[in-house]
């Protein structure tokens, strides 16, 4: 029992505050409060950050935007030159079978056809 | 009710134009047992799409684009067969079907030394019809359908077919009064 009072006695001493804590004290509350968000976002809608913004935002919508339409444009792109291909060889197989029946009519030695 | 009016006008020519194109459906069992198949389906949509991307500084190029300006669709089916008798008559019969009517066979070419038939008809241009072209080759271990919808130079469709990778022939253009003529090489 004495031990546990001995242990609070101890704990509860009245102890010095070191010799600056004063000063340091003070020194805390004399320093300006950290600005809140709303402050630091506010700052930032002022000119000439502002500006600098704007330019930030609008890279960042109109590059990604930009990208995809030019991806978009690739893919288009590439669907019509394949389709242009197709086109090419299906102009080509009708014209070569017209051509092939006109050269038999011909071998036959008359010509008697509307081609 | 305006919009109405025009949505069925534009349904019904979509209708007579797709009217035109012949149905090839039956040939696509043929693509198993052929060794080279060529299927090509450019319908309105895409055969303009695809004229777009013509070089008009390309002259052959530029005369496709001239050729399918007025066309609806493009069809053409190629197969070709290790050995003969990989397709039969009857695989052509549907087809032949609907060339029987309203069709009007031009070009009737049969060589038996080549065993080779080729066939070319042509659909008038009506009012509410397109018009159109059909050519159907068939040999032993090939045969080609082409179906084309539209109004179409057969002249300069032929004259392509020499340009585009073909050795053009020097082939007297003429122009005989006969609409229509079989023949029988050998």
Known sequence: MSNLEDELRRALRREEPPADFADRVLAQLNQPAAPSWWERFSVLMKPPRLQWVAVTLMVSILLPTAALRYRREQQIRAEGERAKEQLLIAVHVAGSRLHHAQRKVLESGRMETRL | ?186
């Open chain 2, 1 to 186: 009710m305006k919009i109405l009016k025009v949505l069925t006008v534009c349904v019904l020519v979509s209708a007579a134009a797709y009217g035109q194109a012949l149905d090839l459906k039956n040939l696509e069992k043929l693509s198993d047992k052929a060794k080279n198949v060529t299927d090509i389906t450019l319908d309105g949509s895409l055969l303009k799409f695809a004229a777009k991307f013509l070089s008009n500084d390309d002259p052959d190029q530029a005369k496709v684009k001239k050729l399918v300006a007025e066309l609806k669709g493009i069809y053409v089916r190629t197969y070709e067969f290790e050995s003969e008798g990989e397709y039969t008559e009857s695989d052509l019969a549907p087809i032949r079907s609907q060339l029987r009517s309203g069709w009007s066979r031009i070009v009737g070419v049969h060589s038996k030394k080549e065993r080779d038939n080729t066939e070319i008809y042509l659909k008038s241009a009506g009012a509410a019809e397109p018009g159109g072209l059909a050519i159907v080759c068939a040999n032993p271990t090939e045969l080609v359908v082409v179906n084309i919808v539209g109004k179409i130079d057969l002249d300069e469709l032929s004259e392509l077919g020499g340009n585009l990778g073909v050795p053009k022939l020097d082939l007297e253009k003429s122009k005989p009064s006969k609409p229509e003529s079989k023949k029988d090489n050998d």
